[in-house]
């Protein structure tokens, strides 16, 4: 198993342009979380997906959008980007079951300029 | 909604137990607590889960109140790797969806 697989590492965007961050699993897991960390700062989530074809927002959701075609992707789009979204983003998954291992990628670091 | 409440930082010299703290007085029976710890700004590193009893694995020790509004990770023999922030996070049912509620995080620095 990879776990779970984020791209780009890195991304430098100009304001007002647009990108998407992916996310993958290969364990076939229902839950998929999107997460931003600003410096200093906790983990906050922006969207979350019970399954495919079903997505929430989390607390942090605007500016963003997800979509969640099937179990194993689950990408984050920035449509506008704005300076407030530099940001480290980490995805997650995890099975339905409160006792379930919850598994984080590594991180996409983006900074708009 | 279920909310965590660590130190902000705490210390601990090489090769001695590290002990950190984390209420969570708003607990409701079914939702576990989760440890994770973060090096640098790395994905977070899972560490222990538990519901109600203590657990052990290879990595720490997790010691649960009785009334589980408390919970202490254990680091027995702390090493200058485990320097990292540590974050205890109840899953939380949350408007029916599973939720990760994330407190701000014990910074644990170890000294030599």
């Known amino acids: 198993n990879a776990g779970v697989t984020q791209t780009p590492k890195f991304r430098i965007l100009k304001i007002g342009q647009s990108m998407t961050l992916q996310c993958t699993q290969d364990m076939n897991h229902n839950y998929m979380y999107w997460y931003r960390q600003d410096p200093g700062m906790g983990l906050k989530l922006i969207y979350y997906?019970?399954?495919?074809?079903?997505?929430d927002k989390g607390e942090v959701p605007n500016g963003y959008n997800v979509s969640r075609s099937t179990t194993e992707d689950f990408p984050l789009r920035l449509e506008l980007a704005a300076p407030s979204q530099t940001s480290v983003y980490f995805c997650a998954s995890t099975l339905t079951g409160a006792g379930n291992t919850i598994y984080f990628g590594e991180g996409s670091w983006l900074t708009v300029v | 909604d279920a909310k965590t409440t660590q130190p902000t930082s705490m210390d601990c010299a090489e090769g001695r137990a590290a002990n950190l703290p984390c209420n969570h007085s708003?607990?409701?029976?079914?939702?576990?607590v989760y440890w994770y710890r973060q090096i640098h700004s790395q994905g977070p590193q899972y560490i222990i889960h538990g519901l109600k009893n203590n657990e052990t694995n290879e990595m720490a020790s997790l010691i649960i109140t009785e009334d589980r509004k408390s919970s202490t990770l254990i680091l027995p023999h702390a090493t200058l790797r485990d320097t990292a922030v540590y974050y205890c996070?109840?899953?939380?049912?949350?408007?029916?969806?599973?939720?990760?509620?994330f407190g701000q995080g014990t910074r644990l620095t170890i000294n030599p």
């Open positions: 997906s019970v399954g495919a074809g079903i997505t």
């Open positions: 996070i109840v899953r939380a049912i949350i408007q029916g969806a599973q939720k990760l509620v």
């Open positions: 708003t607990i409701s029976g079914n939702e576990y």
